[in-house]
């Protein structure tokens, strides 16, 4: 599972590791505590005017679809095993897929001495996680929102969870957000495929380190969301 992840690139950092253009990204605040329902930028591919664009927007975290119910479920995660069937998602996989960029993730080892929270990260600044977006209309306008797809643990995050987020290596990023429905045989199978041989890769490269336990409560409002000391080391 990934519950909680930092994102603290400034709007034009975004753009420049993404080479895409900025969308409605005047809600974006660095976050080094981004937490479910919160709104967090995604890069996404799309057809305006004959023209294949690249950009990136602001979405809340948490899957809703255009059909979806009123205070029914907004799942954060999806699991990389079904998501490509699994009726909350598949639409989604088809034809709306995006990257959600972060710095790191965090994860919670129950101690003797309550949950012990662990900052989990790579080398890159940037790291580009699998996710899927969708469209939900809120009075005149539209609004995105998303979902981090999750695969069993291969990286640091197994010394304390067995769930990670899909991370993608940068030659990878063009197929999956790849605009137009897949529908030729085999195709989401493939992708799925990429998808596990990506996140490996990357896995590889992550480690972990215990931080404070001022990122538990995301209610706290004297913990600013842009202290870098979040994702300090604690002292050993």
């Known amino acids: 599972m990934c519950g909680r992840f930092t994102m603290s690139a400034e709007t034009d950092e975004l753009i420049t590791e993404f080479i895409a253009r900025g969308g409605k990204l005047e809600d974006w605040r660095p976050s080094y505590n981004v937490a479910p329902t919160e709104l967090s930028p995604i890069v996404r591919e799309r057809v305006i005017d004959g023209e294949l664009v690249r950009e990136i927007d602001a979405a809340s975290w948490g899957l809703k679809p255009a059909w979806a119910k009123p205070g029914g479920p907004a799942p954060i995660n999806a699991r990389l095993e079904s998501v490509a069937s699994n009726g909350m998602f598949r639409n989604a ?3 709306r897929r995006c990257l959600v960029p972060m710095n790191g993730y965090f994860e919670w080892e129950a101690t003797a001495n309550g949950k012990q929270p662990h900052y989990i990260h790579a080398p890159e600044s940037i790291l580009a996680a699998a ?17 981090i797809i999750t695969r069993e643990a291969a990286d640091a995050s197994g010394e304390v969870h067995d769930r990670m987020p899909v991370f993608l290596t940068p030659d990878t990023w063009e197929s999956w957000m790849e605009p137009g429905k897949i529908e030729a045989p085999g195709a989401k199978d493939e ?12 896995a590889r490269t992550i480690t972990t380190y215990p931080v404070s336990k001022r990122v538990n409560n995301v209610r706290d409002t004297s913990v600013a969301k842009d202290d870098p000391t979040l994702i300090e080391p604690l002292a050993s």
């Open 93 to 95: 996989f088809a034809q």
């Open 131 to 147: 996710g899927l977006y969708e469209l939900k209309k809120a009075g005149e306008e539209w609004t995105l929102n998303f979902t």
């Open 191 to 202: 992708l799925v495929a990429m998808l596990d041989r990506s996140s490996l890769a990357v």
